[in-house]
T-cell receptor, first 114, second 112 residues
């Protein structure tokens, strides 16, 4: 069974630009969560999508947005990039958000903002 | 909202020694506490979890304890090996439909 796939793995942008990151969950998983990882800050929750609906949201500004498609694939977008947005963005899928709710993480998309 | 604290931020132990990582959570409604291990260049992976109706859980060299009254839980790794070197995250969640909130992480180094 294929794991969680995130693309692109690395990208460099400049301030003011926007970026779109993609996440393909494990087949059959309906929940996709996004986290921002920075040194010293750990994993900061961005949002979670379940069956194409945003079910949970973290405390990030509106520049951060996401969506989920009918095949459970998810994208997140960051507009008007700032230097502080440089981070590893991790996507995690889970079966249906119930039961144990174990999160299966991808390897992340490392964003550098210059 | 839920807040999870974790200590220490870094931990170095000799191979064969034990390692203990401690976490506290703020929301008494949290009832599920997973631990994730992140190796260099990879995403975090679940290594053990515990629910609020259980005080302790063990899986080979790894054990987790939970004190609901004090709102803290701990990860214990015995007979540490070099491959245990990684960043460990504790986390908490309320209901099955809630977000999982992670602690800031502990970087564990096992010295051969």
């Amino acid at each position: 069974k294929a794991g969680v796939t995130q693309t692109p793995r690395y990208l460099i942008k400049t301030r003011g630009q926007q970026v779109t990151l993609s996440c393909s969950p494990i087949s059959g998983h309906r929940s996709v969560s996004w986290y921002q990882q920075t040194p010293g800050q750990g994993l900061q929750f961005l949002f979670e999508y379940f069956s194409e609906t945003q079910r949970n949201k973290g405390n990030f500004p509106g520049r951060f947005s996401g969506r989920q498609f009918s095949n459970s694939r998810s994208e997140m977008n960051v507009s008007t990039l700032e230097l502080g947005d440089s981070a590893l963005y991790l996507c995690a899928s889970s079966l249906d958000g119930t039961s144990t709710g174990e999160l299966f993480f991808g390897e992340g998309s490392r964003l550098t903002v210059l | 909202g839920e807040n999870v604290e974790q200590h220490p931020s870094t931990l170095s132990v000799q191979e064969g020694d034990s390692a203990v990582i401690k976490c506290t959570y703020s929301d008494s409604a949290s009832n599920y506490f997973p631990w994730y291990k992140q190796e260099l260049g990879k995403g975090p992976q679940l290594i053990i979890d515990i629910r609020s109706n259980v005080g302790e859980k063990k899986d080979q060299r790894i054990a987790v304890t939970l004190n609901k009254t004090a709102k803290h839980f701990s990860l214990h790794i015995t007979e540490t090996q070099p491959e245990d070197s990684a960043v460990y995250f504790c986390a908490a969640r309320k209901t099955s439909y809630d977000k999982v909130i992670f602690g800031p992480g502990t970087s564990l180094s096992v010295i051969p």
